[in-house]
C-alpha cells in the first residue's frame, strides 16, 4: 500500500500489486460515489472506488443543470423513467435528513405554438403513467400568474421538480463510502481490464512512475465519458458513447423568474432545449445546448449567444439577451447520436464475464437518478 496526499479530500490511496478487492467501482462521478456509499457497508472494506481525476465529480457530475427531474420526458418502463422517478424522491429524503442545499422551485414547460401545447399534452399522460406526481396543465392565464415575463399558450407544471447543491450531494456519498470502509483511489487511471476465472485483472496507471495491476472479484464501471472505452478493453461489444457538449450562459442581473421554466422538448428526445434555471445563490443561467463533438471540449464559444437569445426569446421576449454571458460548458456521455431515436440507460451484468456491470449512456438524468441506479446495482449484486 501506499498513501500520498489528496487536494481536498483527506488522504488518497494507491492500489499495488498485492491488492485484491471484492468490488471495484470505477468513477468518482454521482453515479460511482453514490454506488460507493450504497455498498461500503456491507463489504468490510473489500470496495474499491477508483478515479483518474485529483478528486470527485470533476466531468459530467460538475457540469450540469444541478436540476431534481421528475420523470415526464422519458419513455413509459424505461430505465431513465423508472430511475429518475425513484431517484428523485430518493434525492429530496436525502437532502433533508442530511442538510445537503436544495429547493423545490417546480417547473414550467411551455408551449408557444399550437403544436408545441399538443406535445405537452402528451408529456402530462406521458409524466403521469411514469409516475411523475402533481403535474397540471395550464392555460395561459395560469401559467401568466405563475410567471408574468414568461410567454406560453400552455404550460405544463411540474411542482416536484427542484435544485441540488451538485457539489455538497458529490461531497455527502463520498464521505458516507469512505466513512463505511470504502478504499478510494485518485489519480488512478484504468488503462486495461482482463476477465479472469474467477474475477478481474484490472491494469492501471497511477501518479508515481510505475504501472501497476491489481485482482477484483467485481467490476462496476460507472466510468461515463470513458466507459465504453473500458468495456472494450474487456473484451464486450459496446455501443459507441457520443460526446454531447452543452454550453450555459448566465444573466448579469436579478433574475426574473421564480421557477425553472422549459420550452417544449425538440422531437426526438434530442436535449430539453434551452431551458432557464435559477441556482440556489439566485443566479439565472440559460442552457445547455446541444452539439456533438469528438472530444471534450468544455470551451463556450461566445458567439452562440445569438442562438441562445433567439431560443430565449420564444418563451421570454422582455428579458434583455445584452446581459448574457459566457458560463461554463459540460459534456454527456450519450448513446444517442444526432440522428438516433431515444436511447435508454444501460445497466447490464456482462453475460460473458458475469460479475462485470457495465454503465453506459448515464447522462441526464443521471444526478437525479444517482441512488437508484446504485440500488438497482446492489440488487443485481443481491448487496
Known sequence: MAFRPDTGCGWQYTVKK????????????????????????????????????????????????????????????????????????????????????????????????????????????QGRRNGAANLKLLNAAQSHALEPQVKAQAALFSPDSGIVDSHKLLRFFYHQAKNNGATIAFHAEITRITPRQPGFQLDCSGPAPENYNFNSDIVINCAGLDAARLSRSAGFTTPNIHYAKGSYFSYNGKSPLAHLVYPAPPPRGHGLGIHATIDLGGRLRFGPDLKYCDQPDYQVDATHQSQFTAAIKRYLPTLDTRRLTPDMAGIRPRLQGPDDPFSDFIIRNEIQAPGFINLLGIESPGLTAAPAIAAEIARMLNL
Do not use: W
Request: charged share 20%; aromatic share 6%.
Open 18 to 125: 498485492m491488492d485484491n478487492f471484492a468490488i471495484t467501482i470505477i468513477g468518482a462521478g454521482i453515479v460511482g460515489l453514490a454506488t460507493a456509499a450504497r455498498l461500503a457497508p456491507k463489504l468490510a472494506g473489500k470496495l474499491l472506488l477508483v478515479e483518474r481525476h485529483e478528486s470527485f465529480g470533476r466531468e459530467t457530475s460538475s457540469r450540469n443543470s444541478e436540476v431534481i427531474h421528475a420523470g415526464i420526458y422519458y419513455p413509459e418502463n424505461s430505465l431513465k423513467a423508472r430511475l429518475c422517478v425513484s431517484g428523485s424522491r430518493q434525492i429530496y429524503q436525502i437532502c433533508q435528513k442530511n442538510n445537503i442545499a436544495h429547493r423545490r422551485l417546480g417547473k414550467l414547460i411551455v408551449a408557444t405554438s399550437t403544436a408545441e401545447e399538443a406535445s405537452l399534452n402528451d408529456l402530462f399522460e
